[in-house]
């Protein structure tokens, strides 16, 4: 049972759940950096490139997009722009920190919470035996008086 205590001791500091928060977002935000050269940034140098070895004279009277079906996906001769795919990680990511948020604040307000219970708990719950001397000092002085 020990072991159990000391485990609980590790996980409620400070470090362990900023080390995790850490990871959980830097994995999110992954998702983005992949999502925007995946999907954004690759097809364009694919495309580049094939202007460079076709030449730029073979590109369409209509410019560099022939063809736009949805904001979602634009379709470049021989690659795609999934800028659908690059939103969808960028509202996922906006979740993973919110519900990481939610998380943190209710550990933080636990905390609070134990701690103001240790705080009741340590306060003395009535006067010291100095002020009780002190008190009946002071009413066997009034009674002599």
Known sequence: MKIFKEFKEFIAQGN???LAVGVVIGGAFKAIVDALVNYIIMPFIAF???LLIKGASTVGADGLVSTMSSFA???I??????IGLFISSIINFLIVAFVLFCVIKGLNRMRE????KEEAEAAPAGPTQEELLAEIRDLLKEKND
């Open 73 to 75: 996906l634009w379709t």
């Open 48 to 50: 580049l490139g094939t």
């Open 113 to 116: 919470i134990a701690k103001k």
């Open 16 to 18: 362990a759940i900023d």
């Open 77 to 82: 001769p021989g690659t795609e722009i999934a």
